[in-house]
């Protein structure tokens, strides 16, 4: 039975770049995905999306490749930005360590979603989500 895989964008920036220091890894990963539904956060198209990628064409044109996969799956985060966007602010003046991007806010409010299925998370930042996937039963891909 296929699963369900939360990806963060440091997964596709590793994958796509041949220079990243994750590329490897990303590499290794995406032989684990294979069959299974990938599940995309639309800020992270944002952020994997951007200029440098769009500079590199045959990266460019790898991933539009990879997103025409009926496998993927688009999260929009209309249902979470709100919430998302409070908790950066608060936790930033909370703590001086720890503090979470808006994007990793937006997926750690995903994560937290009983509605939302998901069986792994694809990510290079354990620790910004841990506590999250410990709690839902979600194992984490690194």
């Not at 994750?22 to 992270?44: A, D, Y």
């Not at 930033?92 to 998370?121: P, Q, T």
């Not at 354990?126 to 979600?138: A, E, M, P, S, T």
């Amino acid at each position: 039975m296929a699963k369900y895989i939360l990806t963060d964008t440091g997964y596709w920036v590793g994958l796509l770049n041949s220079k990243d220091q994750f590329h490897k890894n990303s590499i290794t990963i995406s032989e684990l995905l294979e069959g299974n539904n990938i599940v995309i956060p639309w800020p992270c198209l944002y952020e994997t999306i951007n200029t440098k990628l769009t500079r590199r064409k045959n990266d460019l044109i790898q991933f539009e490749n990879i997103l025409k996969d009926p496998r993927i799956i688009y999260i929009d985060d209309a249902n979470y930005k709100s919430s998302a966007i409070e908790n950066v602010f608060e936790r930033n003046n909370k703590y001086s360590e720890g503090a979470h991007s808006l994007v990793d806010s937006v997926i750690r409010e995903m994560l937290l979603d009983i509605n939302l299925k998901i069986d792994y998370l694809v990510t290079f930042n354990v620790r910004d989500f841990q506590d999250i996937c410990y709690k839902r039963g979600i194992e984490i891909l690194s």
